[in-house]
């Protein structure tokens, strides 16, 4: 119980540390401008090898949820082992613009390629995820590189587990093949309930640097599985 109480600690003091860099000339990233993200993901087990990806997410400028964006991403997930999946998919996101900018709605769609790898560390669940994105935004094409690191941590039991509640932290970055290869990084903090095997729910904050910019985004994620029996 000690060693998981530490690991908590530990956890909790590398999210405070990732979030103090977001603060940019002297002021916080949480402000009332802050926008939201309401998001809703679902993976069918097909077999033991093979299952489908759903995602759905909207976007809002703010929490007065004027829209900003809306994607849908589907995708077929190949497993190579319990712990190491090979993922290809489409997306369809419609990006609209803010209140008072006269500008048509962006459409953008996209192909995509993903790496996933989790493995543990102590009680520590630890993500690698790595994706390449074809983009056809309007009438432009871009490609896109992303890589996320993520940790979860359970806090009600030594391992996750149905009916435990945790704690959860990510940091992707985003590059792409133009004259400057930074596009954007987020940093992301939330707590969650692992209702059973399949269902959980998580809540938490996102800061999103883009175009020398930090924004926050309040999220609310729910996890819905359709799942094979454990054998």
């Known amino acids: 119980m ?10 909790s003091y590398l999210a405070l540390v990732l979030m103090f860099p977001l603060s940019t000339n002297g002021q916080s990233v949480f402000n009332e401008n802050q926008g939201m993200w309401l ?3 679902n993976r069918t087990q097909l077999s033991e090898k093979w299952s489908i990806h759903n995602e759905i997410q909207d976007r809002s400028y703010d929490i007065s949820h004027k829209e ?3 994607l849908l991403r589907f995708g077929i997930n190949y497993h190579i082992k319990k712990n190491l999946w090979l993922t290809a998919g489409f997306g369809y996101i419609e990006s609209y613009p803010p209140e008072g900018v006269a500008r048509p709605t962006l459409i953008e769609h996209r192909i995509w390629q993903q790496v996933l790898h989790t493995h543990f560390l ?7 995820r790595g994706r390449l994105e074809q983009r056809f935004v309007g009438d432009q094409y871009r490609d896109r590189v992303r890589y996320r690191f993520m940790a979860t941590v359970p ?3 030594e391992r996750m587990a149905p009916k435990t509640f945790f704690a959860t932290a990510y940091d992707e970055i985003f590059f792409h093949f133009e004259d400057t290869p930074y596009d954007r990084n987020r940093l992301y903090v939330a707590a969650g309930y692992q209702f059973s ?6 809540s938490g904050w996102l800061a999103q ?12 994620g729910v996890f819905a599985n359709i799942l094979q029996p454990d054998k």
Do not use: C, D, P, W
């Open 209 to 220: 640097n883009f175009s020398g910019k930090t924004k926050g985004y309040l999220q609310l």
């Open 155 to 157: 806090i009600t039991r």
């Open 68 to 70: 900003e964006q809306l």
């Open 122 to 128: 102590g009680r520590v669940v630890v993500e690698h």
């Open 2 to 11: 000690m060693m998981g109480r530490l690991l908590v600690l530990r956890f």
């Open 197 to 202: 095997r399949a269902v959980s729910v998580q």
């Open 39 to 41: 998001m809703f993901f």
